[in-house]
T-cell receptor, first 114, second 112 residues
Framework: DQQVKQNSPSLSVQEGRISILNCDYT??????FLWYKKYPAEGPTFLIS?????DKNEDGRFTVFLNKSAKHLSLHIVPSQPGDSAVYFC?????????????FGQGTTLQVKP | DAGVTQSPTHLIKTRGQHVTLRCSPI?????VSWYQQVLGQGPQFIFQ???????GRGNFPDRFSARQFPNYSSELNVNALLLGDSALYLC???????????FGPGTRLTVL
């Protein structure tokens, strides 16, 4: 049972344009969501997070949007840069369980072309 | 500041053997979590330890065990290795049990 899904395995975008990465979840108990970026041969790097009490969070070029009614979140990268080329994972957790368990999607490979 | 460190970087074992993976968290972080990542999938949660106590366990067999030491470093042990245990094992640390987790580079385990 895949509770967090990233239905697009890959995305290709031109440098300077917007990249939009999508993520869907099924468990309504999730109350905290995170995005990680992963380069080959490295561990995932934390990018940005959002609590379920918010619908938007911005950090520089990165913005995460949360639509709880649709159980959907998205990561916007504007403007996209070649260095953003990596695998992006969304993850979810529920604080009430206090286990710190992150549930990850399968990942989306982003390619930003110069 | 030093990030999360893991050792060894790579490891090759044969079926039936035992393996120990090590992790040192970011200074000041009291929580360590372990994840398994197989090719083409996202990381899968194995364990979380906070203040040396197990706080969470994922859907992994009893062949997997872990512990956290007084200095908050951690070991992941896997007994009776199977071919399917071949994966990247990631360690993550966080200040508390419910915070953003910061990952190390991982240990690549190959079981032959």
């Amino acid at each position: 049972d895949q509770q967090v899904k990233q239905n697009s395995p890959s995305l290709s975008v031109q440098e300077g344009r917007i990249s939009i990465l999508n993520c869907d979840y099924t468990n309504s108990m999730f109350d905290y969501f995170l995005w990680y970026k992963k380069y080959p041969a490295e561990g995932p790097t934390f990018l940005i997070s959002i609590s379920s009490i918010k619908d938007k969070n911005e950090d520089g070029r990165f913005t995460v949007f949360l639509n709880k009614s649709a159980k959907h979140l998205s990561l916007h990268i504007v403007p996209s840069q070649p260095g953003d080329s990596a695998v992006y994972f969304c993850a979810a957790t529920y604080g009430s369980s206090n286990t710190g368990k992150l549930i990850f999607g399968q990942g989306t490979t982003l390619q930003v072309k110069p | 500041d030093a990030g999360v460190t893991q050792s060894p970087t790579h490891l090759i074992k044969t079926r039936g053997q035992h393996v120990t993976l090590r992790c040192s968290p970011i200074s000041g972080h009291k929580s360590v979590s372990w994840y398994q990542q197989v090719l083409g999938q996202g990381p899968q949660f194995i364990f979380q330890y906070y203040e040396k106590e197990e706080r969470g366990r994922g859907n992994f067999p009893d062949r997997f065990s872990a512990r956290q030491f007084p200095n908050y470093s951690s070991e992941l042990n896997v007994n009776a290795l199977l071919l399917g245990d071949s994966a990247l094992y990631l360690c993550a640390s966080s200040p508390g049990s419910y915070n953003e987790q910061f990952f190390g580079p991982g240990t690549r385990l190959t079981v032959l």
